[in-house]
């Protein structure tokens, strides 16, 4: 009792820093709190590490390919590990999450980041890195479906879309970090590359004790039939006089052809599609953010690296104007209008790659920013249209389809750029978006005013 007292006490804490009332609450209008603001930043930890990781092989790769003599096979498949990880990790732990419950896995994911980031440093070949890089992402792949289901079931309605929001910001800033931090430690020699890949091992350990403590979701417990400790849970994150009345049960099974029956297919397949087409590119430029600016007539490495640092920083103020409008915009407004402008940004660099530098730049800063709101929405969207039982999993299985897209297109990037050349890497990537253009059109629901047990109900999906 001695430990459920003192998560009250923290609770109606959170309530007074904040200066909210604690009068009766439930979880969908609830007031915001510092236990919300927490968690949102807690979460946010996986996506950040997520941005980080894919950057910073970027700027190692410039020191590894030739230390290695590494082919753009290998080069390929250095960058694409992680992403291969996170299909298998996003795929299986998305489903045992919704079996076993977040919290118990909110912190256990983190440990093998730290420890694969530090084993990275001591490698000494690309056999080895290329497994590790694998564990790594792995664990981020698995974050993702824990972390998003955990914040989207404690969050107000109203709040909904810009906390989620927030997650896919904090991935472009891991990403943004990822090149600024690459670029100190240059200065280190030729062995910075390791320094580079141990790095990550820093912000994951410190999430890791910062998610200690955090409550089982109340609406995960529901769905198993445990009232009682989903009351505790609920009381334990908002306060004494939290109630459960807005929280209906949602029993249901856990299980893959859980998304594939009662109307959910058609769910599924969007956020499958729609997730992999706005990733694919984004992963590619990111991973080889250099190679592009390089054959895009930037001969200075230390120039291309920089550039790639500033694509970094627009793509970051995208997804934080994405962010700040999410509440006020619907849903489809958000995907399919920044989606539509950033495929033409693509198309257009397929097809006048030997532009003028300001040309080329205002093209990728357009893409940039752009794209910030299909991105946000890659986990707002799955966290809204899958019930309690399966949200996990659903978000895990759009982790898990999007990283084959990344992971091909990261893959396939250097390759591109060695035998077709930059006009057919960027036109090939704007061909993508333009799939992922066309199913948001046809298939997108509208999900903004409605609370989280509305939004995931069939019933709710009219389309447009």
Not at 131 to 138: D, S, T
């Amino acid at each position: 009792m001695r430990q459920h007292d003192t998560g009250q006490a923290e609770a109606t804490r959170y309530h007074r820093d904040a200066g909210r009332p604690t009068a009766k609450t439930g979880v969908d209008d609830a007031p915001l709190t510092w236990f919300h603001r927490r968690l949102t930043l807690y979460s946010a930890g996986g996506p950040l590490l997520d941005g980080y990781v894919l950057g910073i092989i970027g700027l190692a790769l410039t020191q590894v390919v030739p230390l290695w003599d590494l082919s753009p096979v290998w080069q390929g498949l250095l960058a694409a590990s992680a992403l291969l990880g996170m299909f298998l990790g996003g795929l299986v732990f998305g489903y045992v999450t919704d079996l076993v419950g977040r919290q118990a896995m909110y912190t256990i994911d983190l440990a093998a980041i730290v420890v694969g980031s530090v084993a990275q440093f001591f490698v000494d070949g690309p056999v080895w890195l290329l497994i590790l890089r694998f564990v790594v992402g792995l664990a981020i792949g698995a974050d993702y479906p824990i972390a998003t289901s955990l914040l989207a079931e404690f969050t107000p309605r109203r709040h909904r879309g810009s906390m989620l929001g927030w997650l896919t910001t904090m991935w472009a800033a891991g990403n943004t970090i990822a090149y600024l931090v690459g670029e100190a430690l240059l200065e280190l020699g030729p062995d910075a590359w390791r320094w580079m890949l141990l790095s990550p091992a820093i912000p994951a350990a410190v999430l890791m004790v910062a998610r200690f403590g955090t409550p089982e979701s109340p609406r995960w417990l529901l769905s198993k039939g445990r009232t009682e400790e989903a009351k505790a849970a609920l009381r334990k994150a908002l306060g004494p006089d939290a109630e459960l009345d807005d929280l209906p049960a949602e029993p249901g099974e856990t299980s893959l052809r859980g998304l594939i029956s009662k109307g959910y297919l058609r769910r599924t397949v969007f956020v499958a599609v729609f997730w992999a087409c706005s990733l694919w590119p984004v992963y590619a430029i990111y991973a080889f953010g250099p190679a592009l600016l390089s054959a895009l007539n930037l001969d200075d490495p230390r120039q291309a690296n920089l550039g790639s640092a500033a694509i970094g920083v627009f793509f970051l103020a995208g997804c934080v104007i994405a962010t700040l409008v999410a509440n006020r915009l619907n849903r489809r407004t958000l995907l399919i209008w920044p989606f539509a402008v950033a495929t033409v940004a693509l198309l257009l660099l397929g097809l006048i790659p030997t532009a003028p530098t300001p040309v080329i730049a205002t093209l990728f800063v357009l893409y940039a920013l752009a794209i910030g709101g299909p991105t946000i929405l890659q986990w707002i969207y799955p966290n809204e249209l899958f019930p309690t039982a399966i949200r996990a999993t659903a978000v895990g299985l759009g982790t898990t389809v999007s990283r084959i897209g990344a992971g091909v297109g990261t893959f396939v990037t250097p390759i591109l750029l060695g035998h077709m050349g930059i006009g057919a890497t960027m036109l090939l990537a704007g061909l993508i978006c333009v799939l992922g253009l066309i199913v948001s059109v046809l298939m997108a629901p509208e999900t903004r005013h409605h609370d989280l047990h509305q939004a995931s109900s069939v019933p709710t999906d009219t389309g447009k």
